[in-house]
């Protein structure tokens, strides 16, 4: 018996909004006993700016989460608190080790009740923290939408998270659609696949289309010094004054705790993409043959898959079932023959590949840059940001090495972001591979491959634009890359 399909109100997922909430968030606790949160994240750049932040927080009753009824009143909570928590961490010269009962009582109950970590995640800054400009006009894309909170109070710190907005509006419509080709696929229906790989591809051109506004209104130099400071986590930030992580003491006890900081890999959407089209993501630094060397977490698992741990409950717990029931890229690859099929699913391939190219671009402009820019105008380290010790210097004692250089969620970002690439057109190429080895040479079915040849000495070479893939070994048809 095959498992049953996910329905979508079970995980809380829209089908016509996806992953953002079906109701747009809450603007502000509208309880009395909240009013000075609310009146602390409404003052919070003039309190950053004073360097008063931490004295206000300080001087706060502990409020519990008693007062919190609907899941808008419960996110809303979780918002204002991650705000509050990154300000008091990367607000002042120094990152600020302790988080106080203030903080962390409230935001324990909150994020038990939301299960999520206690940190400023992807859902806090871009999920759960977008309104429209006009209320009866629809939030689906960037002409309609604006923050809740920024740190900065600046147009680059609202547009950088509402380009995810839009993305996740966008990508929305993809989630019944890739749920009906599982469907399709089950009862054998090739034509329905294949006509829903194409509109997938067509969603994920459009996706990428939105990820280039970025450089519209977000400015690079803003972003490293100004906004990405405040998104940092707790976690491989020894070099930015947190060798431990933070301790978040709730009264009762204190203890030390490493998370990641906020990053688009813990958007559910662009996960949900990589596992309805089967493509596999291996812990970074892991080789295709061996799977000995290289840096795994601790969970065995790769960076992507932990990230899964930053995204509301019910979301993850939807990708999982999801896990459960792909079966599209099988599909494809037991009907080779099927030229309009193998077609559409290869484009969706080169659409979410081209997505990720667009995206390590933009990590260039707007990480490596400028990371290189600050070393060149300050060797000596001496630097004025948000917080004089924090993720935009960390490193910059190095000599110019990109290798050294980390996201927000603490990846060495260059060659963890190219490895997910390269993954993404992993499945084209091993059928090209199959094909080969099955008829010999003929022209590339993929506009992502450009060559595929076979040495003399019987091992294959495929030039995708990733670079070149060889296979030496086979087994039973099976290559090893
Ligand atoms: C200025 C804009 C952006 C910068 C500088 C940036 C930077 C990064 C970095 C450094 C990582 C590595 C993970 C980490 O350690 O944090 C990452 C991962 C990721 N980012 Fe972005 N990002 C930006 C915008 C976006 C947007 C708008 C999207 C939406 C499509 C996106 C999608 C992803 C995804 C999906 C990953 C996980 C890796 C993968 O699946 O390929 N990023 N980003
Ligand atoms: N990983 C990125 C940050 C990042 O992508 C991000 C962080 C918080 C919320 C959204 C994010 N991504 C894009 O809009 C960085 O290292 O700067």
Redesign the pocket.
């Known amino acids: 018996m095959l498992p049953p399909l996910p329905d979508l109100a079970d995980y809380g997922i829209s089908p016509v909004h996806g992953f953002l909430p079906d109701e747009e968030p809450l603007e502000m606790l509208s309880n009395p006993y909240y009013i000075k949160w609310e009146a602390i994240v409404s003052k919070l750049q003039p309190l950053l700016l004073s360097r008063r932040l931490h004295e206000v927080i300080d001087s706060l009753p502990v409020l519990s989460a008693r007062h919190l009824h609907t899941e808008r009143e419960w996110r809303r909570a979780y918002v204002v608190l991650v705000f509050m928590l990154h300000g008091y961490v990367w607000g002042g010269n120094q990152p600020q080790e302790r988080i106080p009962p203030q903080i962390t009582v409230p935001l324990f109950q909150v994020c038990e009740h939301l299960d999520i970590p206690p940190v400023a995640t992807y859902a806090a800054v871009c999920l759960w923290n977008y309104k429209p400009i006009f209320p009866d006009e629809p939030t689906d894309n960037l002409s309609n939408l604006a923050c809740i909170n920024t740190f900065t109070g600046s147009m680059d710190e609202q547009w950088?998270y509402l380009?995810?907005v839009a993305?996740e509006a966008q990508g929305a419509p993809s989630i019944p659609l890739m749920l009906q080709a599982i469907s399709a696929a089950r009862s054998g229906d090739s034509r329905v696949v294949t006509e829903c790989l194409q509109h997938f591809a067509e969603i994920l051109d459009k996706?990428g289309a939105?990820?280039q506004k970025?450089y519209e209104h977000?400015d690079?130099h803003i972003?490293y010094h100004r906004i990405?400071p405040y998104l940092a986590g707790s976690k491989n930030m020894g070099d930015a004054g947190l060798p431990r992580g933070v301790m978040y003491d709730d009264g009762a006890g204190q203890e030390y705790r490493q998370y990641?900081?906020?990053?688009?890999?813990q958007?559910s959407?662009?996960?949900f993409f990589?596992i309805v089209l089967g493509i596999e993501?291996r812990p970074t630094g892991v080789g295709r043959n061996d799977g000995t060397s290289g840096a795994a977490s601790k969970s065995g698992h790769g960076?992507?898959r932990e990230?899964r741990d930053y995204m509301p409950g019910s979301h993850r717990r939807f990708l999982e079932h999801v896990d459960r029931v792909a079966n599209i890229r099988e599909f494809v690859e037991s009907r080779k023959s099927d030229k309009a099929l193998s077609c559409a699913y290869d484009a969706c391939l080169a659409m979410l590949r081209a997505?990720?190219d667009k995206?390590i671009q933009?990590?260039s402009?707007?990480?490596i840059v400028k990371s290189r820019e600050a070393r060149i105008n300050s060797p000596t380290g001496t630097q004025h940001g948000p917080a004089a010790l924090n993720l935009a210097i960390v490193r910059q004692d190095k000599p110019s090495n990109n290798k050294k250089?980390?996201?927000?969620?603490?990846?060495a970002?260059i060659p963890?972001?190219k490895q997910?690439?390269d993954e993404?057109e992993e499945p084209a190429i091993n059928a090209w591979a199959h094909r080969l080895l099955r008829d010999g040479p003929a022209e590339p079915r993929s506009a992502t491959l450009s060559k595929v040849g076979e040495h003399a000495d019987g091992h294959l070479e495929v030039v995708g634009l990733a670079g070149t893939w060889s296979a030496d070994q086979t087994e039973g048809g099976i290559c090893h890359w």
């Open positions: 950088f380009v995810s993305i996706v939105v990820l970025m977000c690079p972003f990405r990641s900081g906020g990053s688009n890999a958007s959407l662009i996960q990589d993501h960076f992507i990230m997505l990720r995206h933009m990590v402009r707007y990480i250089l980390r996201g927000t969620g603490g990846t970002l963890f972001l997910a690439r993404t």
